[in-house]
């Protein structure tokens, strides 16, 4: 039977309907994927501006006279104080803190220059606060520096040398600094001589130093005094964070990022806990000034509760409370775009004063829930590094300071190097997650057919 016209004007109109439908749909995808190019082209650029990061810092704390008995005052004295850094970075400023303090505090100037107590001159360079020297911070107030040339190596030592005319009875420190640092009278300037100077192991008001740099991100660690580096050794910066940062920064096999840079934060602090007081605020407390403020930030490593744990009434109670209070620091560090990393508790079995079959119940419980509960977005089973194999309850022999609690030089380097080999797989599988994402987005979302 042939065709009437009639059929055929039909079909021809069929078949223009169906080709402007496939120029329409080929049109809507072209704009698709303009706009995700220009999404990706966006985010491709936030991610290669410059910012600020960390390189180092520490938590503050308030004065303890148990820790801290002689006088503090530092009215009219220079202060000399050394840290290690772990980025570099051409720009630099510094972080001063009077948080904890209730009085203001003022400051003639501050200098910063290469190398340990015994500067190279020629290196020194002073901070500035809105192009002056000088600076007054109010009781309860931080306070940046202006920007800084300074050319900055990674894992390189700096000299900080603060003039204070006038300083609070009580300052605001970090107790726990394992390193010396120099007090003079009077005002010093990068020629002094501080050989005779007095000789306290803690740090004054420096709260972090931050590089200004791209393709660069920073770690922060909420810890104790595992963390913080008791048993350490007085100025050889041998804590756990620093081995970690010395395999990160300083080993070329080890490349995290397109620059091969990893900033470290040890926001440790000596018989800090979660829940209550001990030494400093609680952790659950301070997780937002001391971490989520830090600059830079790719993730966090929470690796605190060994004090909750060892002083516990109720340790069935502490374990949930402490369960609690990780979910809501990881759901804190999640919702601003932050990797979380759980650390376990590491064994104490023989620590006087801490050690019970219920509290090492309660460790298990709560390691248990770290390795297992799917929260974190990776695991550091420092417990598995450091058990005795032979009874897991307590630290290898050759690995604690004699406590049977904190490591020694020899148990943080192994920390260290482990932490850091993690790290390196966390962020190898958050690349190929990242691989995996843009895959899907490259395949056509609309058919051809």
Same mark, same amino acid.
């Given at each position: 039977? *042939? #065709?009437?016209?009639?059929?055929?004007?039909?079909?021809?109109?069929?078949?223009?309907?169906?080709?402007?439908?496939?120029?329409?749909?080929?049109? *809507?995808?072209?704009?698709?994927?303009?706009?995700?190019? *220009?999404?990706?082209?966006?985010?491709?650029?936030?991610?290669?501006?410059?910012?600020?990061?960390?390189?180092?810092? @520490? &938590?503050?704390?308030?004065?303890?006279?148990?820790?801290? !008995?002689?006088?503090?005052? $530092?009215?009219?004295?220079?202060?000399?104080?050394?840290?290690?850094?772990?980025?570099?970075?051409?720009?630099?400023?510094?972080?001063?803190?009077?948080?904890?303090?209730?009085?203001?505090?003022?400051? /003639?100037?501050?200098?910063? +220059?290469?190398?340990?107590?015994?500067?190279?001159?020629?290196?020194?360079?002073?901070?500035?606060?809105?192009?002056?020297?000088?600076?007054?911070?109010?009781?309860?107030? +931080?306070?940046?520096?202006?920007?800084?040339?300074?050319?900055?190596? !990674?894992?390189?030592?700096?000299?900080?040398?603060?003039?204070?005319?006038?300083?609070?009875? #009580?300052?605001?420190?970090?107790?726990?600094?394992?390193?010396?640092?120099?007090?003079?009278?009077?005002?010093?300037?990068?020629?002094?001589?501080?050989?005779?100077?007095?000789?306290?192991?803690?740090?004054?008001?420096?709260?972090?130093?931050?590089?200004?740099?791209?393709?660069?991100?920073?770690?922060?660690?909420?810890?104790?005094?595992?963390?913080?580096?008791?048993?350490?050794?007085?100025?050889?910066?041998?804590?756990?964070? =620093?081995?970690?940062?010395?395999?990160?920064?300083?080993?070329?096999?080890?490349?995290?990022?397109?620059?091969?840079?990893?900033?470290?934060?040890?926001?440790?602090?000596?018989?800090?806990?979660? *829940? #209550?007081?001990?030494?400093?605020?609680?952790?659950?407390?301070?997780?937002?000034?001391?971490?989520?403020?830090?600059?830079?930030?790719?993730?966090?490593?929470?690796?605190?509760?060994?004090?909750?744990?060892?002083?516990?009434?109720?340790?069935?109670?502490?374990?949930?409370?402490?369960?609690?209070?990780? %979910?809501? $620091?990881?759901?804190?560090?999640?919702?601003?775009?932050?990797?979380?990393?759980?650390?376990?508790?590491?064994?104490?079995?023989? @620590?006087?004063?801490?050690? /019970?079959?219920?509290?090492?119940? @309660?460790?298990?419980?709560?390691?248990?829930?770290?390795?297992?509960?799917?929260?974190?977005?990776?695991?550091? =089973?420092?417990?598995?590094?450091?058990?005795?194999?032979? #009874?897991?309850?307590?630290?290898?022999?050759?690995?604690?300071?004699?406590?049977?609690?904190?490591?020694?030089?020899?148990?943080?380097?192994?920390?260290? %190097?482990?932490? &850091?080999?993690?790290?390196?797989?966390?962020?190898?599988?958050?690349?190929?997650?990242?691989?995996?994402?843009?895959?899907?987005?490259?395949? !056509?979302?609309?058919?051809?057919?």
């Amino acid at each position: 039977m *042939l #065709s009437t016209p009639n059929h055929e004007n039909k079909n021809n109109t069929f078949a223009l309907h169906l080709e402007k439908k496939e120029i329409r749909t080929k049109m *809507l995808y072209r704009k698709f994927l303009t706009v995700l190019l *220009l999404c990706v082209t966006i985010a491709s650029y936030a991610q290669q501006k410059a910012r600020w990061i960390g390189t180092w810092a @520490c &938590a503050q704390q308030p004065v303890d006279k148990h820790f801290m !008995p002689y006088n503090n005052q $530092m009215t009219n004295r220079s202060v000399r104080q050394i840290v290690k850094v772990s980025i570099g970075g051409r720009l630099i400023r510094l972080l001063l803190s009077n948080e904890l303090s209730a009085e203001p505090l003022e400051i /003639t100037s501050i200098y910063v +220059a290469k190398e340990e107590y015994k500067i190279e001159p020629l290196t020194a360079r002073y901070f500035s606060f809105h192009g002056k020297k000088g600076v007054h911070i109010a009781a309860g107030r +931080a306070i940046f520096t202006d920007a800084l040339k300074f050319d900055l190596k !990674p894992l390189e030592k700096l000299s900080i040398t603060i003039n204070y005319r006038k300083a609070p009875k #009580s300052p605001t420190v970090h107790m726990g600094s394992r390193t010396t640092s120099y007090i003079l009278k009077g005002t010093s300037n990068p020629m002094t001589n501080f050989a005779s100077a007095l000789k306290e192991n803690h740090w004054f008001n420096i709260s972090s130093i931050e590089v200004y740099d791209k393709d660069v991100a920073a770690i922060a660690i909420l810890g104790n005094s595992i963390t913080d580096g008791k048993g350490s050794t007085i100025n050889a910066q041998d804590r756990w964070p =620093d081995r970690m940062s010395e395999t990160l920064n300083n080993t070329k096999e080890y490349n995290l990022l397109k620059s091969g840079r990893m900033g470290i934060l040890n926001l440790g602090i000596g018989n800090n806990r979660i *829940l #209550s007081v001990g030494l400093g605020i609680p952790g659950k407390d301070r997780f937002n000034r001391d971490i989520l403020t830090q600059h830079g930030l790719s993730s966090v490593i929470i690796f605190e509760a060994i004090n909750d744990i060892g002083t516990s009434k109720n340790p069935e109670e502490t374990a949930q409370l402490l369960i609690r209070e990780y %979910e809501k $620091m990881i759901i804190k560090a999640h919702e601003r775009g932050l990797k979380v990393y759980g650390g376990t508790i590491t064994p104490f079995k023989g @620590c006087k004063g801490y050690y /019970t079959e219920e509290r090492e119940k @309660c460790r298990k419980t709560v390691n248990e829930w770290i390795r297992s509960s799917g929260k974190y977005d990776g695991i550091i =089973d420092f417990d598995q590094l450091l058990c005795d194999p032979a #009874s897991p309850e307590q630290l290898r022999k050759d690995l604690h300071i004699g406590d049977w609690l904190h490591p020694n030089a020899a148990g943080y380097k192994l920390m260290g %190097e482990y932490a &850091a080999k993690k790290i390196l797989q966390f962020e190898e599988n958050k690349k190929t997650e990242v691989t995996h994402i843009k895959k899907i987005k490259d395949k !056509p979302l609309l058919s051809n057919r």
